[in-house]
């Protein structure tokens, strides 16, 4: 059961523009929520995180947004750079523990 | 500061076989965390130790067992390999093992099970 769900698995963006990446997760215990970024041959990258209690975090660049009436997540990079090209992983943990449940993630080119 | 490091970065094995694999997390670290990613799905969760007691465990079968040594470091054992254990294995440390701390990956092994 995925518990933690990534649609949309590409995106394309031109450098400059603004990439918009959806998350959306069914356990409502989940209150902790991460955007990790990995490139080819690497571990994952923590990127950003919000807890339950916030509904916008942001972070340079980065900035995530927390719906949680409707269990949904998304993280918008603007302005999109050639080197964000990557997979973005979505994660979410609760009940008192950090261990974290993954989507399957985004790839995301961004074009020069 | 040095990150999370994880050794063998490659393995190839066969199936019934069995391998070790190794993870150092960050200085001050004392959790440790192992996921299992396999091509074209997130990683998944596998165990999590934090002062080298199991504090939570994935669905994984009885063949996966690990271990956090005193200096927080962590070995992962998988016995009677088979093809679909092919994977990127990840370790991840953290300062604690509570809500809200943020898991730092290291860059993986990838085991070849032929």
């Known amino acids: 059961d995925q518990q933690v769900k990534q649609n949309s698995p590409s995106l394309s963006v031109q450098e400059g523009r603004i990439s918009i990446l959806n998350c959306d997760y069914t356990?409502?215990?989940?209150?902790?929520f991460l955007w990790y970024k990995k490139y080819p041959a690497e571990g994952p990258t923590f990127l950003i995180s919000?807890?339950?209690?916030?509904d916008k975090n942001e972070d340079g660049r980065f900035t995530v947004f927390l719906n949680k009436s409707a269990k949904h997540l998304s993280l918008h990079i603007v302005p999109s750079q050639p080197g964000d090209s990557a997979v973005y992983f979505c994660a979410a943990s609760g009940r008192g523990n950090n261990r974290l449940a993954f989507g399957k993630g985004n790839q995301v080119v961004v074009i020069p | 500061d040095a990150g999370v490091t994880q050794s063998p970065t490659h393995l190839i094995k066969t199936r019934g076989q069995q391998v070790t694999l190794r993870c150092s997390p960050i200085s001050g670290h004392k959790s440790v965390s192992w996921y299992q990613q396999v091509l074209g799905q997130g990683p998944q969760f596998i165990f999590q130790y934090y002062e080298k007691e199991e504090r939570g465990r994935g669905n994984f079968p009885d063949r996966f067992s690990a271990r956090q040594f005193p200096n927080y470091s962590s070995e992962l054992n998988v016995n009677a390999l088979l093809l679909g254990d092919s994977a990127l294995y990840l370790c991840?440390?953290?300062?604690?093992?509570?809500?809200?701390?943020?898991?730092?990956f290291g860059p993986g092994t990838r085991l070849t099970v032929l």
């Open positions: 919000i807890s339950s209690i916030k």
């Open positions: 356990n409502s215990m989940f209150d902790y």
């Open positions: 991840a440390s953290s300062l604690d093992r509570g809500l809200g701390d943020t898991q730092y």
